[in-house]
Structure formats: C-alpha cells, structure tokens
C-alpha cells in the first residue's frame, strides 16, 4: 500500500512520540518522559458540573454546529485573560478556539509551508511541534537554546544568510524540552528581527501559566508591532488534556485565512467541550486553580531537582527552570542518550526519559534527555532519580577503551 501513500506521510515519522506514550503507560516503568499533568489535579467536580451547566443552559441548540472560530463568550474570556495575564491587548474576533496547541501548530505550518520553504526552529525543541512541521516538508534552520532563551546572535546570522525563510518557531515560557524562559530583551529583539526580515513568528506557550518562582514576563505577541506573531496557548496543561482544546491569538490579515483552514480540516471546535470550559471559568476561579497545581508541581520539581544535587555525578549538567514541566540534562560528549536508554536505563533500571536526538530537527545532538516531573509523587521521583544517578555516575565513571595505534 505504500505506493499509495502521499510522500509527506511515508517521510512524516511519529514512532519517537508513540514510543514515548508506550513507555509511560508500563507500569513497570518510572516514566519521566511523558509531558503529563499530574491527574490527580484534575478539577473533575468543576468539570462535570460544567458540562451540565451547559447543557441545561443551552439545551438542544448546543449539539448544533456552531462558529468555526469557536464559541464566542468563551473567546470573550480568553481576550480577558490575554490582557490580565500576557499583557496581549486583543478581541474576541482575534481569537480561534482549537483541537489543542497542536492543532493550532498544525494550522500555522499549513499556512505558510510550501515544501522546502525556510524556517527557524529552537535546537532543541518541542518534538509534537516538529512532527506537525514535518508533514510540509520545510527547510529548517537550527538555532540554539541559551539560558534566557533561543540565541539571537546565531538568529540574526541565520535571517541574514537565508532571507527566505518564513516562519520562527518559538516556546518562550518555560522551554520544551529545557525549561528555559526567554528574557524581555530577547523577546523585543526578536520582535525586531522578524519586522526587519518579513518573517512570522509562532509563539507556543502552554506553561506560561506554571510558574513556581520570579516574575511573569509579557508575551511576546505584547510587543508585535506589525501583526507578525501569532500566539498559541492550551487548556490541557492548566486544565486537562482531554479536553483538546487550545486557542490561536492572530491579526485579522492572518486569522481570516486560519479559519479557513480550520473550516476545511474539521468545521469547528466540538461546542459542547468550549460550552463546559466556558461555564468552568464563568462559575470557578482557573487561577486559584492554577495557585493550587503550581504549589504541587514546585514540591516535584524541587524533589527532582534536590534528587539529582544528590545522586547526578558532576559531570552531568541540568537546568533549574523556574515553572513549567521539564528539565534538561546534559551527559558528557560522546554519551548517546538513546543507546543508554535502550539498552541499559529501560531494561534493567527501568526507568523512561526522551532522548536528544528526536527533539532537534537536525538530529544531531545525542548526549542529552528530557525529564518530566509533574506526572510523579517525589518518592517515586526520588527513587527513578536515584536509579538513573546511579547509572550515569558507572556510565560517566567508566574509563574510555585505548586507541589501538598501528
């Protein structure tokens, strides 16, 4: 049947994503490599009692196809939030409801990819976003992930010797993978860039929400001055995952043919779902919510963190994030993450994490892996923690074999 296929489907693999999920769901496993909320957070009572609000409030008008754009007092709401918590002066009209950020992914690439078209992806980066790239078949340019953000030094080379490229794919709020946040000096010169060489910039940010310590930073879409970001966020981390429902902020040259796209793939958002978030947040106070998941995942993080000052040798690096679900760890070069984890940390520490390769779109970096520590209590943190040390420290420990010279 493979003759059949369309070529971006037999190039378009997606094994590193379902490996991932098959990891996490083994029992025997203590999985760090799913980007899970902890579900016992869940407001389960706010959301059941949602769903019945609206149905009784809408009665049979709400199984009824609706906008495309989504329903719009929920938009109304999300206009709110964007200017009470990122500093985002828009209007419902800006505003589409989505299957979750990776359908909004989806629509942005859709957008503007051609195949072979430029553009600019984090190195390392979201895999799910790449695996949505993928399908156009995009020429990707790699731009390195610093402390407070992508590199801008290397972004402003890469602009000037490829000045063909389109769109700059960015996660500015505590990074996936690395848990980095992009400082306020970078979000404007990043801004700049994009005005000076005609280019869109994706700005995905589904945890910038969960921040643990510091301050809240703008979004970026706050200092867009000629209606080149375009802001994505999501439910599914401050809420729930099942409920697949994320929101798209674009200008109106932009989101007219967004909706488009998003009448073509699947007429609209299921209304029942945005009617229940709608009535959630109508009779519930989501930031106390949020108050209340952030004070649980800062005890995991820092029961990550604290295990791995205990148990990592020092020859291992890792970020400290300030919020978010992530921490990257570094091994010293020439460790390939991938053959350590198949070989030796699955099968005999049986522990789970997701290594480099996958998550840069070059594939090149092989001596670093993700972590997630909001899917776990800190005991079973400690203990996957421990294990894994206790292996890297062997593995880090264990002398190189001697060239042989002839």
Same mark, same amino acid.
């Given at each position: 049947m493979n003759n059949l296929l369309a070529k971006r489907v037999l190039?378009?693999?997606?094994?590193?994503?379902?490996?991932i999920?098959?990891?996490?769901?083994?029992?025997?496993?203590?999985?760090?490599?799913?980007?899970?909320?902890?579900? =016992?957070?869940? /407001? +389960?009572?706010?959301?059941?009692? %949602?769903?019945?609000? !609206?149905?009784?409030? *809408?009665?049979?008008?709400?199984?009824?196809?609706?906008?495309? =754009?989504?329903? /719009? +007092?929920?938009?109304?709401?999300? %206009?709110?939030?964007? !200017?009470?918590?990122? *500093?985002?002066?828009?209007?419902?009209?800006?505003?589409?409801?989505?299957?979750?950020?990776?359908?909004?992914?989806?629509?942005?690439?859709?957008?503007?990819?051609?195949?072979?078209?430029?553009?600019?992806?984090e190195g390392p980066t979201y895999m799910g976003a790449l695996a949505a790239f993928d399908t156009y078949e995009p020429t990707y340019y790699e731009v390195p992930v610093e402390d407070d953000g992508m590199n801008l030094r290397m972004l402003r080379k890469t602009l000037q010797a490829h000045p063909e490229i389109k769109l700059i794919y960015t996660i500015p709020d505590f990074h996936n993978p690395t848990g980095t946040t992009m400082s306020i000096r970078k979000r404007k010169a990043?801004?700049?860039?994009?005005?000076?060489?005609?280019?869109?910039?994706?700005?995905?940010s589904p945890y910038r929400d969960l921040r643990y310590s510091g301050v809240t930073l703008p979004a970026i879409k706050h200092f867009d001055t000629e209606g080149r970001v375009i802001f994505i966020s999501s439910f599914s981390k401050i809420l729930s995952p099942a409920l697949r429902t994320g929101w798209l902020v674009a200008d109106d040259q932009l989101m007219t043919p967004l909706c488009g796209l998003k009448s073509a793939i699947d007429v609209q958002s299921p209304n029942v779902t945005l009617a229940a978030i709608?009535?959630?947040?109508?009779?519930?106070?989501?930031?106390?919510?949020?108050?209340?998941?952030?004070?649980?995942?800062?005890?995991?993080?820092?029961?990550?963190?604290?295990?791995?000052?205990?148990?990592?040798?020092?020859?291992?690096?890792?970020?400290?994030?300030?919020?978010?679900?992530?921490?990257?760890?570094?091994?010293?070069?020439?460790?390939?993450?991938?053959?350590?984890?198949?070989?030796?940390v699955l099968p005999q520490d049986h522990v789970a994490y997701v290594p480099a390769n996958c998550q840069f779109a070059s594939r090149?970096?092989?001596?670093?892996?993700?972590?997630?520590?909001?899917?776990?209590?800190?005991?079973?943190?400690?203990?996957?923690?421990?294990?894994?040390?206790?292996?890297?420290?062997?593995?880090?420990?264990?002398?190189?074999?001697?060239?042989?010279?002839?």
């Open positions: 190039s378009n693999d997606t094994s590193d994503l379902n490996e999920f098959k990891n996490s769901a083994n029992p025997a496993n203590i999985s760090f490599a799913g980007g899970f909320p902890d579900s =016992q957070l869940f /407001p +389960a009572e706010g959301l059941q009692q %949602a769903y019945q609000n !609206a149905i009784q409030t *809408d009665g049979q008008s709400i199984f009824q196809y609706a906008s495309t =754009q989504g329903l /719009p +007092a929920l938009r109304e709401k999300l %206009a709110q939030r964007m !200017a009470s918590h990122a *500093d985002v002066a828009v209007s419902a009209n800006n505003i589409m409801l989505t299957q979750g950020g990776q359908q909004a992914i989806d629509l942005v690439a859709k957008l503007l990819l051609n195949h072979g078209d430029a553009m600019v992806v990043l801004v700049a860039l994009a005005n000076q060489y005609n280019v869109i910039v994706l700005e995905d709608d009535q959630y947040l109508a009779h519930h106070n989501i930031d106390q919510h949020i108050a209340t998941i952030n004070a649980a995942y800062r005890v995991k993080r820092d029961a990550m963190l604290t295990a791995m000052d205990q148990y990592f040798p020092a020859t291992v690096s890792y970020t400290r994030p300030a919020g978010g679900f992530f921490i990257w760890v570094t091994l010293p070069a020439g460790i390939d993450a991938q053959q350590l984890l198949t070989d030796v090149q970096v092989k001596n670093a892996f993700r972590l997630n520590f909001t899917s776990l209590d800190p005991a079973t943190i400690t203990t996957g923690i421990a294990r894994l040390g206790k292996r890297l420290t062997a593995i880090c420990s264990t002398p190189k074999p001697a060239v042989q010279l002839s």
